[in-house]
């Protein structure tokens, strides 16, 4: 296996993972499509008619319905649900830690079955609750003002770790429908327990900015996200997911083309010696070539602008010559873009300080002025190192912690 060369200071590393099997011998079918799902029931014993039957029945009940037990798979016959019990299992993420923000926001530190951490995040609003999803365990690009970016890279997510985040996210907020197939009507109308429907989610959208770089794990990324949008199961709308990326010209018009979700552009700098320092895929493909492959995004346009992430760093990119050489580079490439100010979100041993309150308001008025959107972003979840940029490390510390205190507990009632 050939190991992926990346810019920045890291060993590199083999990043695929070939998903162990598992002890009792059944699979997962957790992230699997429908033609995915056909194939293994095939595989298993099925003929090609009843695949092709059960393998529709099975994905309105996982993705759908978020079913986990054969059991309650109601138009299945009794002896289908016990023959697919014995042979196939539908997973979640193992959830080491669950925080909730003094604003609301959620996070939940993951466990892969191979002893892997990575994080997800939801955070509500009041028009909106979008969870962002992580596509790596770790990160390999380095940006200096990123925690996650502190962290070596230690291999893709599966499609299933993928989509599994949403699928969690959809079980902590009650989302599923419930009773019979169509969403329940005779519920008690004083019951506040979540109700289901195509429009009154309260997961609305995703983003793909959670730990790692989406596009370098390009397939599992697109495969998990087609499983998301299809439209008999989670049936979530390209519109509303948005994948972010540090500046992988090479994938970004595949991405286009194969995924057609929003796009979000991590630029935080506007010079190449500054955004060499910071976000160091910057020294491979660099402002002006990514800004052209931006322009070349497929389907991006007035009504699906892209956004630009812009980190607030004092005395490093937050000068008015620096609003407004963002605003002459927008307009040089003739961009539909909208720029998201992000207040920096401190972490122990970050190297810069966040801009000051003035500083950002003017550096997004003169923004405004050109006719560019320009919203600063309101730091949410900084209380358990939720917000941008933070994930990970601290929760990492967490649960160390407290494998040493469940080692501890442990030697004691040995002894």
Request: glycine share 8%; hydrophobic share 35%.
């Given at each position: 296996m050939r190991a992926m060369q990346i810019p920045g200071h890291i060993d590199p590393v083999p990043v695929p993972r070939a998903v162990t099997p598992r002890e009792d011998g059944r699979i997962d079918l957790l992230g699997l499509n429908k033609a995915q799902i056909r194939s293994v029931l095939?595989?298993?014993?099925?003929?090609?008619?009843?695949?092709?039957?059960?393998?529709?029945?099975?994905?309105?009940?996982?993705?759908?319905?978020?079913?986990?037990?054969?059991?309650?798979?109601?138009?299945?016959?009794?002896?289908?649900?016990?023959?697919?019990?014995?042979?196939?299992?539908?997973?979640?993420?193992?959830?080491?830690?669950?925080?909730?923000?003094?604003?609301?926001?959620?996070?939940?530190?993951?466990?892969?079955?191979?002893?892997?951490?990575?994080?997800?995040?939801?955070?509500?609003?009041?028009?909106?609750?979008?969870?962002?999803?992580?596509?790596?365990?770790?990160?390999?690009?380095?940006?200096?003002?990123?925690?996650?970016?502190?962290m070596r890279l230690v291999r893709n997510l599966t499609p299933g770790e993928i989509v599994g985040q949403v699928m969690l996210a959809r079980d902590a907020l009650g989302e599923w429908p419930k009773g019979n197939m169509a969403a329940t009507n005779d519920a008690d109308?004083?019951?506040?327990?979540?109700?289901?429907?195509?429009?009154?989610?309260?997961?609305?959208?995703?983003?793909?900015m959670g730990m790692g770089e989406p596009l370098y794990n390009f397939e599992n990324v697109r495969d998990a996200l087609k499983v998301v949008m299809d439209g008999d199961g989670l049936s979530l709308s390209k519109r509303r997911i948005t994948l972010s990326t540090s500046g992988v010209v090479p994938m970004m018009a595949r991405a286009g083309e194969e995924i057609g979700v929003n796009l979000a552009v991590s630029l935080h700098a506007v010079t190449k010696d500054i955004r060499d320092e910071i976000v160091p895929i910057n020294r491979k493909y660099g402002i002006e070539e990514l800004l052209q492959a931006c322009a070349d995004y497929p389907g991006a346009n007035n009504a699906r602008r892209i956004t630009f992430e812009y980190v607030m760093l004092k005395n490093k990119n937050d000068s008015d010559e620096d609003a407004r050489e963002l605003v002459r580079l927008i307009r040089k490439y003739k961009l539909p873009a909208k720029v998201n100010l992000i207040p920096f979100n401190p972490w122990p041993g970050a190297p810069y300080e966040c801009s000051s309150a003035e500083r950002i308001k003017r550096f997004s008025d003169i923004i405004f002025e050109a006719g560019i959107s320009a919203p600063v972003r309101t730091p949410r979840g900084r209380d358990i190192m939720a917000a941008c940029g933070q994930l990970k490390s601290a929760s990492e510390r967490k649960s160390r912690a407290e494998l040493d205190r469940l080692a501890e507990e442990k030697l004691a009632a040995l002894g």
């Open positions: 095939g595989e298993a014993g099925l003929d090609v008619k009843q695949a092709r039957l059960r393998s529709k029945q099975l994905f309105h009940w996982l993705y759908h319905r978020g079913e986990t037990d054969f059991e309650r798979m109601t138009d299945l016959a009794k002896p289908m649900r016990g023959w697919m019990a014995e042979r196939f299992v539908i997973g979640r993420p193992t959830v080491v830690e669950a925080q909730v923000s003094s604003d609301g926001t959620r996070k939940w530190l993951l466990r892969s079955d191979d002893g892997q951490d990575y994080e997800m995040v939801f955070i509500p609003d009041a028009d909106r609750g979008t969870l962002c999803v992580s596509s790596q365990v770790g990160c390999t690009l380095n940006c200096r003002f990123c925690h996650t970016g502190t109308e004083d019951d506040d327990t979540p109700q289901y429907s195509t429009d009154g989610r309260m997961l609305t959208n995703i983003v793909m």
